[in-house]
């Protein structure tokens, strides 16, 4: 693959950004990959995976002469690092994001960023439970979607570049507004991140159920349910911060669908639940159907990515 930017700064160097670094490696994508992390033992780490050419100490370091510079950082703290680095962004540089949230992401964004500056905000919808720059692996993005979210004012051939950046990491990609975005997401991940949180919360507060059986009894629903719980606290607690309006709509209509459920159960609706049943499972055949999942006993997942 032809190299598509001379340099490459990742801000927050955690599992995306670190499967980006590999990944752009693996198919030559940027002349030089520079990065930077908020915390001095997330530095040591990636310089001594080798994640980047250079690994700076600050952000503004890092963006200096980049072509794209990606945040790679919390949706809550996105808003700051914008500000620390939009002085030092050189004349057409594309700035993006991983974030899971967009329409906050771009209020608090664009306000830092000069004219001069192509901002794209982006979403990988790829990842896992782990963290941190040794949970990467450069085919997390493989036959996953990436989601573009131009801006009034993008040049096509940066949205293009950036396309072209993203499928080839393995990435199918699609664009849509913000707002579209924020609530395809709040289905799709971001209630039943809630949700599984709730359940994991639930049952830790069942003291009729040991903790030891908890833990030993864990069939295949439960333990999916804490393999999402495991997630990254900071960034979770952000998403559900900053994409409220979305999220609250589609947990209220979760409870009115729960509530249906609990109404069927009570009369003993045998033909409501069976048909609720039977209409779910067509959907889960649909995701597997579309390649982004498998039927295996363990999805796919390989365990020995840790």
């Excluded at 590999?22 to 997330?42: D, K, N, P, V």
């Excluded at 002085?87 to 057409?92: A, K, N, R």
């Excluded at 349910?225 to 960034?235: C, E, L, N, V």
Aim: glycine share 8%; charged share 25%.
């Amino acid at each position: 693959m032809a190299r598509l930017y001379e340099r490459v700064a990742l801000i927050g160097l955690g599992l995306i950004a670190s499967s980006m670094a590999l990944a752009m490696r693996r198919e030559g994508l940027a002349g030089e990959i520079t990065g930077t992390a908020r915390s001095a033992e997330t530095r040591d780490a990636a310089r001594e995976l080798g994640l980047c050419d250079r690994v700076c100490d600050s952000a503004a370091e890092a963006v200096a002469g980049a072509d794209l510079v990606v945040l790679c950082v919390p949706v809550g703290v996105m808003g700051d690092v914008a500000a620390e680095i939009g002085p030092h962004l050189v004349q057409g540089a594309t700035l993006s994001d991983v974030g899971s949230v967009k329409q906050a992401v771009i209020d608090t964004v664009a306000p830092h960023l000069p004219d001069h500056v192509q901002f794209i905000p982006g979403h990988p919808l790829a990842g896992t439970e782990h963290s941190g720059p040794r949970a990467g692996f450069a085919e997390l993005f493989e036959n996953r979607w990436c989601l573009l979210v131009p801006q009034p004012g993008n040049d096509p051939a940066a949205i293009e570049r950036l396309r072209a950046f993203w499928e080839a990491m393995g990435a199918h990609v699609d664009t849509m507004d913000a707002a579209h975005h924020d609530l395809v997401l709040a289905v799709t991940s971001h209630a039943p991140h809630l949700i599984a949180y709730t359940m994991v919360g639930v049952a830790d507060d069942l003291r009729r159920v040991t903790d030891s059986e908890i833990i030993k009894y864990s069939a295949a629903g439960f333990r999916d349910f804490t393999r999402i719980a495991a997630s990254d606290p900071t960034m979770w607690r952000d998403v559900f911060l900053t994409n409220r309006d979305a999220t609250l709509e589609i947990l209220g209509r979760f409870t009115e669908e729960l509530f249906a459920l609990q109404r069927a159960i009570r009369t003993g609706d045998g033909e409501h639940l069976h048909a609720y049943f039977t209409r779910t499972r067509a959907i889960r055949r649909g995701i597997i159907e579309a390649g982004q999942d498998t039927d295996a006993p363990d999805f796919g997942r390989m365990k020995a990515r840790k």
